[in-house]
């Protein structure tokens, strides 16, 4: 995973559908454009909602991963 210049950590572990995508939506806003948001939650939705909300909002899902049950993925914002 490309964490090199992450620029916001979220941890939505535990949260389920939709608050992970509300609070990726909040904190995506908040950093500016070009910079990234990297988040971990637990609820499997998030396999389908992130690739599906960058590709509504025009952000770009950098990578997405699994481990244990965890979801690492980080978002780049670009609009």
Known sequence: MNTTNVDQVLDL???LCPIPIV???IAVKKIELGETV???A???GVIMD???WCS???NELIS???EGGIFTFEI???K
């Open 42 to 44: 637990t609820d499997a």
């Open 13 to 15: 572990k535990g949260l």
């Open 38 to 40: 990297t988040a971990t």
């Open 76 to 78: 780049k914002r670009l």
């Open 56 to 58: 509504s909002t025009g």
């Open 23 to 25: 609070k990726i939506n």
């Open 64 to 66: 997405m991963d699994e």
């Open 50 to 52: 992130i690739p599906a």
